[in-house]
């Protein structure tokens, strides 16, 4: 990926706005330097609104631009095209004085796992993806694909490992599905996830599985409640808390559970 970005006049760094700050990887700017940065903040369908509006002030002062986009449903995809060819113009403007005309501005799309850049790729080419083709014994180069006039974009984004110190990273990680989520035990992803609902959503768990769930019920509690209300009880009446966490899981990933933001906006300063 370092050799691709050294190919490139802008980077579109893609963030999970469900977890802006988890999703980042702090190793990109040192990669980069100063070359332009678009954030594109992605699955905002998936995230708490209110939260992303104060996420997007936070991430303008790092970037040159951030655009709100679905991929999934394509929306934001133009503004992004604007923000990129805006963010352009100082490369063009230094060609110029230089007396280069009519290179093309190359840009590459950059982000950790599954957050959605292939699908952007798909939504920014359309069908002219179909021109691309792998014959078998050729070593396949960079392909650039023109998204708009002057405009080249690599066809094979840039996968940015996750790096993270502390667990609750890797953890927001495995949730939105950016790391394999067996490398942590599910019980502990799910324990995390449902003390954040608790604490920033504290109604949605009660509504959802139809269970009396209080702030400041204990982990278990909540496990049991909700086996209770749903039916989830092992021989005995016991809570089958493996088929609680399952659920859980499960409602949280397909978006049935809601939209939430997982990482706290940084307080304005
Ligand atoms: P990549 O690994 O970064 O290339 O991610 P993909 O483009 O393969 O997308 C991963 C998954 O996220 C796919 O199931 C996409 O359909 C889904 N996805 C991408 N963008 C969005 C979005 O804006 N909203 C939602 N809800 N899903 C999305």
Known sequence: ???????????????????????SNPMLIKMIGNKPKVIALNKTDMADKEKTALWLENLKAKSFAVV????????GVKQLIGAIQKAAEPVTAKWLKRGVHNRPIRVMIVGVPNVGKSTLINR??????????DKPGVTRGPQWITIAKGLELLDTPGVLWPKFEDQEVGL????????????FDKSIVTELLIKKLQK??????????????????????????????????????IADVDKVVNMVLRDFKSGKLGAFTLDKPPDKK
């Open 124 to 133: 920014l080419v359309g069908r002219r993806t179909a021109m691309t083709q």
């Open 200 to 237: 920033e959503y504290p109604q949605v768990l009660s509504s959802k599985y139809g269970a009396d769930i209080e702030q400041e019920d204990a982990i278990n509690t909540v496990y049991e409640k909700i086996a209770k209300a749903r039916g989830c009880l092992k021989a005995g009446g």
């Open 172 to 183: 927001f990680l495995a949730l939105t599905g950016a790391i394999r989520e067996e490398i």
């Open 1 to 23: 990926m370092e050799t691709n970005l050294k190919l490139v006049d802008v980077v579109v760094e893609m963030l999970d706005a469900r977890i802006p700050r988890a999703s």
């Open 68 to 75: 709100q986009v679905d991929c999934a449903k394509g929306k």
